[in-house]
């Protein structure tokens, strides 16, 4: 499971990177990366930070040892962390309910912080380590996100196409002009030509 996040972590930061050069098909695959990480964080943290096996994850001798609150610590800290996940890639692509998933996401993030810390520095158990390390990543992301203007990354992104953000803008806001809309799609044709 620790080998599948890390392979779609470097998948999702090669995407973005492609995504902000403007490569086709790099949307897609930033999109796919982040929401089966979303998933994986949502769904199976439990598993995920406790060193479960996906096999044992319906048998009880597999929670055999583990606390309630470190069961509780783990599933706070993966919906925290889809949240956050989810409000990147609604930031990145401009979405309705970025800022709302990322506060949520970095509300639970400081909470999960807060909690993992005290039982480290108590028990020293290696599973609050796993959990601050994503914490400390994800909320540094995410917050990074959360502070930027709305269209900083689109600004940097088509910096050669001033038309194309002009465009983006006032569509976005005026989300119901499909005049607006077409001006976009116009101005996208024209980048793509110029590739």
Do not use: C, H
């Not at 917050?143 to 976005?172: G, S």
Request: aromatic letters at 12%.
């Amino acid at each position: 499971m620790k080998k599948l996040e890390l392979i779609l972590s470097a998948i999702a930061i090669i995407a973005f990177v492609m995504y902000m050069l403007l490569v086709s098909g790099a949307l897609l695959l930033l999109l796919l990366s982040l929401t089966t990480l979303s998933i994986i964080y949502m769904y199976l943290s439990i598993t995920l930070f406790n060193g479960i096996k996906l096999r044992g994850i319906l048998k009880k001798s597999s929670y055999s040892g583990i606390s309630t609150l470190r069961i509780i610590v783990t599933i706070l800290t993966g919906v925290a962390l889809a949240f956050t996940i989810t409000g990147i890639f609604f930031t990145l692509f401009y979405w309705p309910g970025s800022k709302f998933n990322l506060s949520i996401g970095l509300i639970g993030l400081l909470i999960a912080l807060i909690i993992s810390l005290i039982k480290y520095l108590s028990t020293k158990a290696p599973v609050y380590i796993s959990i601050l390390k994503r914490v400390v990543i994800y909320s540094m992301v995410g917050l990074t996100l959360y502070l930027l203007p709305k269209y900083t990354i689109l600004e940097y992104r088509y910096q050669n196409y001033p038309d194309y953000v002009e465009a983006f803008k006032n569509a976005n806001a005026n989300q119901n002009d499909q005049e607006l809309w077409d001006k976009v799609d116009e101005e996208q044709e024209k980048i793509n030509r110029n590739k």
